[in-house]
């Protein structure tokens, strides 16, 4: 049945177990990847309303669009390889028995969550660049909204790595690799969903 | 049984207490009759709904209550397509009903006539100004950043349209009778709202842009000027008046007020005239301004010359000194008639505030300091600042390096009505208020002990 | 024998049985205990948030008298209770309690889907809790920004706590935000996937299809809320202008220049009226329940209460600028927003409508939790129709900013849906604690608050009506207002403590019953909904015993046809079932 039809029938009209025996959940998916998408919408409307405040403070008057310090770019190349890496580590884990941090997608799961404490530390830094000459977080709202967007986004990008550090701790030990399929793969969806939104934030932030 | 009978009566009583009620609507002075047109009409429709639903929610429950010994049971009825297709249509129709007149009267409020004349109100906390233009007919540009102490409107002084501008800084304002009327609305600080009750219309004034309103004023009287949007600690003392005056009165008014160039162009106060005026007060004031306690003669030093020159002027016109129960007051009033000119005010105002503060002196039983920074803090120093030094801005006089005598005397004369209640004190009625935050001797004392400390 | 699916066979695996008191009772990952937990704390900020509303009404009603409020405690007195009872209650108290203790038990599951999850949520709630109430013993106090906290005025001079209490309630509200998600994360994930067997969507009862839009609507709307105290911070603490225009602040410049207050005004009410229907849709569900039972008939209407929560959940998302009719922004988004707000009532009508027409021909048992539902369908009608004041932006314009908007949004946001929570408390009660309350002590409860709080708020619209203005430290001399009008402050100030002494009943009858009140039965209501139905009162940890329950029919099979019994619970096969399948048993 579909969920119209199920939002539409006369429930009072029908006795017994119409699904069968088993329970029918809404969609078919595990609860944790459902949760994770769940979250990823709600992400997705905190990245889109700030979108939408910079739109309006963009057109008060007083804003100079700011010049993206070329560092910037390497950063966005450190997020990229943290995905590919965690993307290396769904793939890998398909083919093994047991895992552990030390080989094959641990060790890749491992690398990829390196790569995204280099892109934080990479954007701290150009934190630091910015105060630095002289185009600090009061400056200019463009500015402001730079620090802004990059923070939310890191914080978003350090929850991810709080999973992955719990996770990276678990398999100091070795462990059956079915176990874990699931985490690398919630993790390369997220790190996804987070490089997407940033390559967007870095457009809005670098054209406007 | 109980709910069914309580519920009938609580329907049949709010109908009563609604007839019945004195509490309505001010007499309306604007042309926005059609407003109160669309709220009669809304209680029209509301209040059958009112009284329909619930009498129908009491008969259910009167009707349908279990009783002992009986086994009735409930119908099974999951539910009435028809019935329920029905009900939707029914509180369709009411909710259009309310609404197109409300719309329709909104596209009046949203298109402001072309001939209406325009004038300024501008907020800051918490006091009003007022700014209309001048024979040009445009009011000039203005800004924050060209807000100072002689430019309280931010009126743009390269502007050659503002120079002609009517500017008010005293919380009132006039407005002619039956011509349309567009209020520019800005504020300085934080938001504002300017509410007429009597005009039915009111906008939030926002920093930063001008929003506006309009109406017709089709009555004359005095009426008051509320803000309605929470401002801070002095939301509810934000006061000032708006006459609506016949248009030829209203002209006369208009003539007599100073232009924005009159007011940049005051010659400067003179020193050395003020200090030949100030021989006078010196025999109870003392030489340099140090005030005398047995003669109840306040300290000067220290104090704004803005101040003590509005004081001068208000002991002048009876505001201040006339109460009978002010002994003090009536021994000051005969001499500021010697200054009695806007120029003699100005210039020995100026030379007081030459001379050097000396140290307070501690004459009263000494409170606590802290639980007395406390109250100052939460409640006195966003006029007066932290520092006790007040401000131009708030019309806030210093307190630091007062005589704590002295404080307690007008503080107290603040509370038992002998100053601030007069209708041309400007500001006074913001302390009758404010002290409030002192209710009892301790809690002054506390207070005064603090002000004291603050150099 | 019965059919043991997969879920159950692994329930030692899923459930960690809690073995010491702390893991039982405090760092419990079991949903009751965590409901209570929740329940607890959001009660006990709600009676400080009800001492605020006394000394508020203390210095309405007897200005001069108390000499502890000054104005500067008197606008922190009325942020700080309206900010606890809209936030810290009734969004606490109807998701994280009633969405914790119902949504596994109405849906036939052992616990939420992510238990560990759920407890941290409770954790982050009182971590909040205990921040904002930090901020009542910092220097300068807590915020005085009213509850709203529009910028500028909430970090600027001339607001109390304008740089410590503000931040207070800044960082206390975004660690609710991370606890109200990681709930909400919960109750959708288990109410889509983890329902029992044969409880397909519509077979829900309402109280689970409140609650779960409710927290759609606040998984969307919080991060509203969350971005504008985030941005507010950030113009605090490290000198931004997203909210700050150029000003000054005593006599001098700002550091501000060029920020958007209406910018701030959008997205807090962005949240800010999702945030009503968060805390009216749950209430609407339970209600339904209630009177459904009560009334022993089926909800009437099913389908359309259903459909009617759904379309108010979107539209609560189409009307926010209602709240922002004199706000100064561009007066054309009046007429949509108007239009807007006048057609959701229309499917907030037709659930006034479905509930009486439950009651109509029903076979109605007046006790408590029935007293306070229809006690709620009175309030809720009188302050939905003056919503219809309100949205209608012509008429709001004279009404805005006065007591006339504190009147209405008390009556239908405050009044109503505590009332509900009364409702369900009492309903629920034998099944949280195994005993029955005290059912007179109950009634008095009822009468002392339904009839106190009406005598608040009725009277207090006709103060709106004289102009009077909200949020007024006193209202000093004025030509518009007559001395009558202290007369009828006084007498909602006498009402409201009335009403606020009279919680002291609620209070006694529910401690003195966990001892002393008769036992009560599984089902002691005669409910059809699987609460009912466990095993065990209270229900134990897992909540089903061996077996989860299967759902044959309805929520709302009351007095039907034929059936000797006046409800059929909904995990009973039922004649028919068994003829057509020959099961010899498939229910616990």
């Given at each position: 049945m579909s969920l119209y039809q199920d939002v539409t029938n006369k429930p009072w009209d029908q006795v017994g177990l119409p699904d069968g025996i088993e329970s029918k959940p809404v969609f078919a998916v595990s609860n944790e990847r459902l949760a994770l998408t769940v979250f990823m919408i709600i992400a997705s409307v905190v990245f889109s309303l700030l979108v939408v405040s910079y739109y309006i403070r963009m057109n008060i008057g007083d804003w100079v669009p700011m010049s993206i310090p070329t560092q910037v770019w390497l950063n966005t190349a450190l997020l990229v390889l943290s995905s590919v890496f965690m993307q290396g580590a769904v793939f890998v884990s398909h083919k093994q028995l047991s895992v552990s941090l030390y080989s094959g997608a641990g060790l890749l799961f491992g690398i990829g969550g390196l790569f995204a404490i280099a892109f934080v530390a990479g954007q701290y830094q150009v934190w630091g660049l910015l105060a630095d000459t002289g185009q600090g977080i009061r400056s200019n709202p463009a500015n402001s909204f730079f620090y802004l967007l990059t923070s939310v986004h890191v914080a978003h990008l350090g929850g991810g790595l709080w999973v992955w550090s719990k996770s990276a701790i678990r398999l100091t030990h070795a462990a059956t690799s079915d176990h874990f399929h699931q985490t690398f793969s919630l993790c390369a969806v997220y790190w996804h969903f987070l490089l997407i939104v940033w390559i967007g934030l870095f457009l809005l932030l670098a054209n406007t | 049984m109980a709910i069914a009978v309580v519920l009938f009566l609580l329907v049949v009583g709010t109908v009563v207490f609604h007839f019945a009620s004195p509490w309505w609507f001010t007499d309306i002075a604007a042309h926005w009759s059609n407003i109160d047109f669309t709220i009669n009409l809304t209680f029209w429709v509301?209040?059958?709904?009112?009284?329909?639903?619930?009498?129908?929610?009491?008969?259910?429950?009167?009707?349908?209550?279990?009783?002992?010994?009986?086994?009735?049971?409930?119908?099974?009825?999951?539910?009435?397509?028809?019935?329920?297709s029905g009900l939707t249509i029914l509180t369709t129709i009411g909710v259009v009903a309310m609404l197109a007149p409300g719309l329709f009267v909104w596209a009046q409020f949203v298109s402001v006539p072309d001939d209406a004349m325009e004038f300024e109100a501008f907020a800051s906390q918490w006091q009003w100004s007022f700014r209309y233009p001048g024979a040009d007919g445009v009011l000039g540009t203005a800004d924050i950043q060209h807000i100072s102490e002689l430019n309280p409107w931010g009126v743009n002084p390269n502007d050659p349209n503002g120079q002609d501008d009517v500017v008010v800084k005293r919380p009132t304002m006039v407005l002619p009778l039956n011509q349309p009327v567009k209020a520019l609305l800005r504020s300085r600080d934080v938001l504002h709202n300017y509410t007429v009750p009597q005009f039915r219309v009111k906008m939030d004034m926002v920093p930063g842009m001008v929003s506006y309103l309009w109406l017709t004023p089709t009555r004359t009287g005095s009426f008051e000027i509320l803000c309605e949007q929470y401002c801070g600690l002095g939301h509810h003392i934000m006061r000032a008046t708006v006459e609506v005056m016949e248009p030829a009165d209203f002209q006369n008014w208009l003539n007599a007020q100073a232009t924005f160039a009159q007011t940049q162009q005051r010659v400067a106060a003179d020193t050395t005239v003020g200090q030949q005026q100030y021989a006078v007060c010196a025999s109870c004031h003392g030489a340099n301004g140090e005030g005398n306690r047995a003669l109840n003669a306040p300290k000067l030093a220290g104090l704004q010359p803005w101040y003590i020159e509005r004081q001068l002027?208000?002991?002048?016109?009876?505001?201040?000194?006339?109460?009978?129960?002010?002994?003090?007051?009536?021994?000051?009033?005969?001499?500021?008639?010697?200054?009695?000119?806007?120029?003699a005010r100005r210039n020995v105002s100026a030379y007081i505030s030459t001379l050097p503060a000396p140290a307070s002196s501690v004459t009263l039983p000494v409170g606590d300091a802290a639980r007395g920074m406390r109250i100052y803090e939460a409640n006195c120093a966003a006029c007066h600042g932290s520092d006790g030094k007040g401000s131009w801005a708030t019309d806030a006089p210093s307190l630091a390096g007062m005589d704590d005598w002295y404080l307690a005397n007008q503080l107290n004369n603040y509370r038992t009505g002998i100053r601030g209640d007069h209708d041309g004190d400007d500001y006074g009625y913001q302390m009758v208020s404010m002290v409030k935050a002192m209710r009892t001797q301790q809690q002054q004392d506390d207070v005064i002990t603090y002000i004291n400390s603050l150099r | 024998m019965a059919y043991v699916p997969l879920a159950d066979q692994d329930d030692a695996h899923a459930l960690h049985d809690p073995q010491s008191f702390v893991t039982k009772y405090i760092w419990s990952q079991d949903h009751k205990v965590i409901a209570i937990q929740y329940g607890g704390v959001a009660i006990f900020v709600g009676l400080i948030a009800l001492g605020l509303s006394i000394i508020m009404r203390l210095q309405l009603g007897f200005p001069d008298t108390v000499s502890f409020i000054d104005p500067a405690f008197y606008y922190q007195a009325v942020t700080m209770h309206g900010m606890i009872m809209v936030i810290y209650l009734l969004t606490a108290l109807f998701l994280g309690g009633f969405g914790n203790y119902l949504i596994p038990l109405m849906c036939g599951t052992r616990d939420m889907v992510f238990p560990f999850l759920n407890m941290l949520s409770f954790w982050f709630y009182l971590l909040s809790v205990l921040v904002l109430l930090a901020s009542f013993f910092i220097p300068g106090g807590p915020t005085g920004a009213g509850w709203t906290l529009y910028a500028p005025q909430s970090i600027s001079m001339g607001t109390p706590g304008y740089e410590g209490g503000i931040l207070f309630m800044l960082i206390s509200l975004a660690i609710f935000i991370v606890a109200f998600t990681m709930g909400g994360l919960n109750y959708v994930t288990t109410i889509l996937q983890a329902r029992t067997r044969g409880l397909t969507l519509m077979r829900l009862p309402l109280s689970i299809w409140g609650i779960f839009t409710a927290t759609v609507l606040g998984l969307f709307a919080f991060p509203a809320l969350l971005v504008s105290a985030i941005m507010l911070g950030f113009d605090l603490v490290l000198g931004t202008s997203f909210f700050m225009p150029a000003m000054m602040e005593l006599g001098e410049q700002s550091s501000y220049d060029g920020g958007s207050p209406i910018l701030f005004q959008h997205l807090f009410w962005f949240f800010g009226h999702p945030e009503v229907y968060i805390v009216a849709l749950p209430a609407f569900g339970l209600v339904s329940d209630v009177i459904s039972t009560h009334a022993r008939k089926n909800i009437f209407g099913y389908r359309m209460m259903v459909w009617a929560i759904i379309a108010i959940g979107g539209l609560s998302f189409m009307v926010w600028a209602h709240h922002m009719y004199v706000s100064g922004m561009n007066p054309y988004f009046g007429f949509f927003f108007a239009t807007t707000t006048l057609i959701i009532a229309v499917p907030t009508a037709l659930k006034v409508y479905n509930w009486v027409l439950t009651l109509w021909q029903g076979n109605i048992r007046l006790n408590t939790p029935m007293l306070f539902a229809i006690g709620f369908i009175f309030t809720f009608v009188h302050g939905g129709l003056t919503g219809l004041f309100l949205g209608n932006v012509i008429i709001d314009i004279p009404l805005a900013d006065t007591y006339f908007v504190v009147a209405h949004f008390h009556m239908v946001m405050g009044v109503s849906p505590v009332l509900v929570l009364f409702a369900a408390l009492y309903h629920w009660y034998p099944k949280v604690t195994g005993r029955m309350f005290n059912e007179t002590l109950g009634k008095v409860h009822f009468w002392c608050t339904?009839?106190?709080?009406?005598?608040i708020y009725l009277p207090m619209h006709y103060l709106g009506f004289l102009g009077m203005p909200r949020r007024y430290f006193e209202m000093g001399s004025t030509d518009f207002v007559p001395a009558s009008a202290q007369?009828?402050?006084?007498?909602?100030?006498?009402?409201?403590?009335?009403?606020?002494?009279?919680?002291?009943?609620?209070?006694?009858?529910?401690?003195?019953?966990?001892?002393?009140?008769?036992?009560?039965?599984?089902?002691?209501?005669?409910?059809?909904?699987?609460?009912?139905?466990?095993?065990?009162?209270?229900?134990?940890?897992?909540?089903?015993?061996?077996?989860?329950?299967s759902v044959y029919r309805w929520a709302y099979d009351y007095s039907v046809p034929g059936h000797k019994e006046d409800f059929i619970p909904q995990n009973e096969p039922g004649e028919e079932y068994e003829k057509t399948h020959h099961t010899s048993g498939g229910h616990a």
């Open positions: - | 509301t209040g059958f709904v009112f009284i329909a639903v619930n009498l129908f929610l009491a008969y259910s429950v009167y009707r349908y209550r279990q009783r002992k010994g009986s086994t009735h049971t409930a119908v099974y009825e999951p539910e009435n397509a028809r019935l329920e002027r208000y002991y002048q016109e009876g505001v201040r000194g006339s109460n009978p129960e002010d002994s003090f007051g009536q021994m000051m009033a005969p001499m500021a008639s010697m200054v009695n000119s806007e120029s | 339904f009839l106190g709080t009406y005598a007369a009828l402050n006084a007498n909602i100030t006498l009402a409201a403590i009335f009403v606020a002494v009279a919680q002291i009943l609620f209070f006694v009858n529910i401690f003195w019953s966990l001892r002393k009140g008769d036992k009560a039965s599984g089902n002691p209501w005669g409910a059809t909904t699987l609460e009912w139905q466990t095993p065990d009162t209270p229900p134990k940890h897992g909540s089903w015993g061996d077996e989860l329950p």
